[in-house]
């Protein structure tokens, strides 16, 4: 584990840069990790990762399917968002830990 300032604020995350504690969420610190893998972020951005960690903090399983029927965006509209590992990248975005189902 690691500490590392994003947007003024430290916190601690693990090696792979997802936040050890998502409480510490700001979108702030959402749009410090997005600069870093490269990325703007837009309100639709936000609109996704929001309901990422809605569902994550509920303790649902996240998969790119159920994201792609969430009604805020479809799955190549996922993809387009977030390139590359989508459900990854955006859960690390969104400030919650990296997906079971991703390696």
């Not at 409480?23 to 990762?49: C, F, Q, R, Y």
């Not at 859960?91 to 997906?99: D, E």
Request: charged content about 25%; proline content about 5%; hydrophobic content about 40%.
């Amino acid at each position: 584990m690691a500490t590392k300032v994003l947007a003024g604020i430290t916190v601690e995350v693990t090696d792979e840069g997802y936040l050890t504690d998502a409480s510490k969420w700001t979108p702030e610190i959402a749009h410090a990790i997005a600069s870093e893998e490269g990325l703007n972020l837009t309100p639709k951005h936000m609109d996704v990762l929001n309901y990422i960690r809605e569902k994550a903090l509920k303790g649902e399983t996240l998969t790119i399917r159920a994201i792609g029927k969430s009604g805020i965006v479809d799955i190549k509209g996922f993809y387009e968002l977030f390139p590359g590992a989508p459900l990854k990248l955006a859960s690390k975005i969104a400030g919650i830990s990296k997906p079971t189902s991703c390696v």
